[in-house]
């Protein structure tokens, strides 16, 4: 799944909202400044439709005059004009509205001018400062995204040298897959050659890939059943190409990265308001979660122990978006021997293809505590610090284990195209009734394409249900 970016301003709502913030605080400190800190500028009328017309004209400002495009390649000066600008549109805005209104006789000229002195020095240094926040994280690992560059051996400077030069959505090139030349372990232009053209598709499902960037002459030839199997994965592909066909019917755009036209495809897109608002319910839902897991461990913690000695808490590799590993945290609900008693209970796998492991009064649980906390499915809460962390959503797909993930055709990678979940559209569909993975693929496939934040509310309030009548879990 890809996060589409449809208009510039939306690409930096972060900054927009830090601005507001800014103006608001300036508002605030001018009017103590001339009248007062005993009173309060929001109870007076005039001055409380100041500050809302302040809101809008902010808002009016930043969207319709771009003040904030490209504003991560501004350098000091740059970002000095930029904010004077901001600030002069929105002052003469809000005086603009006073004057119509005819109350500019009620409203203090030094309060309107100390706004707007103390709203650029706030803005301007808090967009540096953010800024420079945004800079130090984009060069950790943990928050780049892996880009593997499918070209041919020609084309690597130059599009090594584009991407290097005009790179500001937190991309890492982590590999070249070449499609005229096996070279593969040589370093071309401080990039490893990971793949040869045959070899492509079988190293993309089994990697961490983000995003793929194909950069082919039209004289050369691009497999078609390679762009297929790269869909068919539900990885995100920006395509320097036209004209190609696209089978999966897949959401496909086109847009600028780094400077050139592309056609993306991807299984789904996400509006930056929806990546906002599914991350804030994820927060505010992981932060509740932990509260709760805290006391829960307080109850549960003591009988896991006198039950099976050992750790009250249970961790595990996983893989979740796109291939990258993370451990996932649980309630430990089976004996410490479980991993290996795992490998002798296969034969009485209840799933036929071996996808997923499920088994009737599975010997492992620890007899007890063990199967009401799989029943209510108490031994999940633990995961809320997951999602806290952002590895996981509160709804998505369930995140396979290492040597699930190793199985995977290419159609079960579209699992992996978004964020994997404590919950989700499988979970709530019976899930200990569904022993074939060709149906649990089908579920987050639907899921995955059908996204908006009202399914999750509904998975969410379906998951509650479900927990409360124990059914589907075992």
């Known amino acids: 799944m890809d996060l589409k970016h449809k208009k510039s301003w939306t690409k930096h709502i972060d900054f927009i909202i830090i601005d507001l913030i800014c103006l608001q605080l300036a508002f605030l400190f001018a009017y103590w ?170 190293f993309v499902c089994r990697s961490w890939v983000d995003e793929l960037y194909i950069d082919v002459d039209r004289s050369h030839y691009l497999p078609q059943s390679m762009l297929d199997a790269f869909n068919e994965m539900g990885v995100t592909v920006h395509l320097k190409l036209q004209g190609l066909e696209n089978p999966y019917h897949r959401v496909q755009y086109v847009e600028k990265m780094m400077g050139v036209t592309v056609m993306t495809y991807t299984v789904n897109d996400m509006t930056p308001l929806g990546m906002f608002l599914k991350r804030g319910m994820d927060i505010l839902g992981g932060l509740v979660g932990c509260v709760l897991t805290l006391l829960l461990t307080i109850i549960i913690g003591p009988i896991i122990k006198a039950k099976s000695p050992g750790p009250i808490f249970f961790s595990q590799t996983r893989v979740g978006k796109n291939g990258k590993h993370f451990k996932i945290y649980k309630f430990r609900s089976m004996y410490m021997d479980a991993e290996e008693r795992k490998k002798e209970l296969m034969a009485q796998n209840e799933v036929s293809d071996g996808m997923m492991f499920k088994m009737e009064n599975d010997p492992r649980i620890i007899k007890g505590i063990g199967h009401f906390i799989r029943k209510t499915s108490l031994d999940e809460f633990p995961q809320f610090l997951n999602v806290i962390k952002g590895e996981m959503s509160l709804v998505g797909t369930r995140p396979p284990t290492t040597d699930e993930w190793v199985k995977y055709d290419l159609h079960h990678r579209l699992r992996m195209a978004m964020r994997p979940g404590i919950t989700g559209l499988w979970q709530v569909s019976g899930r200990s009734d569904i022993k074939e993975f060709e149906e649990v693929v089908k579920l987050d496939a639907e899921y995955i394409s059908k996204w908006n934040l009202g399914l999750d509310v509904k998975i969410i309030l379906k998951t509650i249900a479900v927990m409360l009548k124990g059914d589907g879990a075992r």
Do not use: C
């Not at 350098?75 to 809000?94: M, N, P, R």
């Not at 006789?105 to 953010?130: D, P």
């Open 33 to 202: 400044i001339r009248h007062g800190v005993e009173s309060n500028p929001y109870g007076i009328s005039i001055y409380r439709n100041e500050a809302l017309m302040l809101i809008l004209v902010q808002l009016m400002a930043a969207v319709f005059s771009n003040n904030f495009k490209s504003v991560l390649r501004r350098g000091v000066y740059q970002e000095f004009v930029a904010t004077f600008k901001q600030v002069a549109l929105v002052t003469l805005g809000s005086t603009f509205y006073l004057f119509i209104l005819k109350e500019s006789m009620f409203y203090s000229r030094m309060t309107l001018v100390l706004t707007g002195a103390i709203y650029f020095v706030l803005s301007y240094i808090m967009r540096l400062v953010w800024k420079a926040i945004i800079r130090k994280r984009m060069k950790t690992r943990e928050n780049r995204k892996a880009l593997i560059l499918v070209t041919t051996s020609d084309k690597v400077a130059q599009t090594m040298k584009t991407i290097n030069e005009r790179n500001y959505h937190n991309y890492m090139v982590t590999g070249l897959i070449l499609l005229d030349v096996n070279k593969v372990g040589e370093t071309m232009e401080g990039v490893e050659v990971v793949a040869y053209a045959k070899d492509a598709v079988n």
